[in-house]
């Protein structure tokens, strides 16, 4: 099973609209991989907290119906990274909420599942105070293996992998946003819910910087041993691409037991 993550840039000079087409262009090209992952909210930045409200868009939005095409032009299982989802009536006094909405599109061009993000980063701003969060874990069975969906700021929070893990979970996809000021963070736990939960992990994050705010790059695919298999170099626009071998979870696993052994659940 190939993958590949589009590690790229958000230019606030670039029109979304420009970006929508370069990212579907980039997943076309990708049409020798089996799953291409994007990153977190790549329409109008996971900083750029001003545009959240103007760049909000249906599910069946822009930013969806052009990864609809790409995915089904290139014949490849899309994880199109996340949207700001607007959903009418949902927010409070019947108001309109916004989600950190993550799409995944199967090589048909049918949206299969959506994936609101659980954990809001800000502490009390951003999007902690302008998103409202997710309550569900959400997979996805694609026909080699099933995938676990997390966001970003999620990559913190173990017990929302374990929870993708025990729903069956053989990949970790975690789409991104990632400072660089916290880049050995970003590396660092995504090795750790590859170890701990015996998974692969494919973590995309965003290239460059958007509202100000560097971001680490660094996209990174590692197995189910914590052996990093590919990753980017820097914060450039890069593509990562690795082979995954479905039946290796299963074989590290029985190998070396561990998730047999654990008491507290």
Same mark, same amino acid.
């Given at each position: 099973?190939?993958?590949?993550?589009?590690?790229?840039?958000?230019?606030?000079?670039?029109?979304?609209?420009?970006?929508?087409?370069?990212?579907?262009?980039?997943?076309?090209?990708?049409?020798?991989?089996?799953?291409?992952?994007?990153?977190?909210?790549?329409?109008?930045?996971?900083?750029?907290?001003?545009?959240?409200?103007?760049?909000?868009?249906?599910?069946?939005?822009?930013?969806?119906?052009?990864?609809?095409?790409?995915?089904? #032009?290139?014949?490849?299982?899309?994880?199109?990274? $996340?949207?700001? %989802?607007?959903?009418?009536?949902?927010? %409070?006094?019947?108001?309109?909420?916004?989600?950190?909405?993550?799409?995944?599109? $199967?090589?048909?061009?049918?949206?299969?599942?959506?994936?609101?993000?659980?954990?809001?980063?800000?502490?009390?701003?951003?999007?902690?105070?302008?998103?409202?969060?997710?309550?569900?874990?959400?997979?996805?069975?694609?026909?080699?293996?099933?995938?676990?969906?997390?966001?970003?700021?999620?990559?913190?929070?173990?017990?929302?992998?374990?929870?993708?893990?025990?729903?069956?979970?053989?990949?970790?996809?975690?789409?991104?946003?990632?400072?660089?000021?916290?880049?050995?963070?970003? $590396?660092?736990?995504?090795?750790?819910?590859?170890?701990?939960?015996?998974?692969?992990?494919?973590?995309?994050?965003?290239?460059?910087?958007?509202?100000?705010?560097?971001?680490?790059?660094?996209?990174?695919?590692?197995?189910?041993?914590? #052996?990093?298999?590919?990753?980017?170099?820097?914060?450039?626009?890069?593509?990562?691409?690795? %082979?995954?071998?479905?039946?290796?979870?299963?074989?590290?696993?029985?190998?070396?037991?561990?998730?047999?052994?654990?008491?507290?659940?």
């Amino acid at each position: 099973m190939r993958a590949s993550l589009l590690q790229i840039g958000v230019d606030p000079d670039e029109p979304a609209e420009s970006r929508r087409a370069r990212a579907a262009a980039l997943v076309r090209e990708q049409s020798g991989s089996d799953l291409v992952v994007l990153p977190e909210l790549w329409t109008v930045g996971a900083f750029s907290f001003d545009a959240f409200a103007a760049g909000a868009e249906p599910l069946d939005g822009p930013t969806a119906r052009a990864m609809s095409e790409a995915a089904r #032009e290139a014949r490849v299982w899309l994880h199109a990274g $996340s949207v700001v %989802e607007r959903a009418p009536g949902e927010g %409070e006094g019947g108001a309109d909420a916004l989600y950190n909405t993550a799409l995944v599109f $199967s090589p048909g061009g049918e949206l299969v599942r959506t994936y609101r993000k659980i954990h809001r980063f800000g502490f009390d701003r951003g999007e902690a105070t302008l998103m409202s969060a997710g309550n569900e874990p959400v997979t996805v069975p694609l026909p080699d293996t099933t995938l676990g969906l997390a966001t970003c700021y999620d990559l913190r929070f173990p017990e929302l992998f374990r929870a993708l893990t025990d729903a069956g979970a053989r990949a970790l996809v975690v789409c991104a946003g990632w400072p660089a000021r916290r880049a050995a963070h970003w $590396s660092l736990l995504a090795r750790a819910r590859a170890v701990e939960n015996q998974a692969y992990v494919l973590a995309c994050g965003t290239a460059g910087t958007h509202a100000d705010v560097p971001q680490a790059g660094r996209s990174v695919i590692v197995d189910p041993w914590g #052996e990093t298999l590919a990753e980017a170099e820097d914060a450039g626009e890069r593509v990562v691409t690795a %082979e995954l071998d479905p039946a290796y979870v299963e074989k590290v696993r029985a190998d070396f037991p561990v998730l047999r052994d654990r008491v507290l659940r």
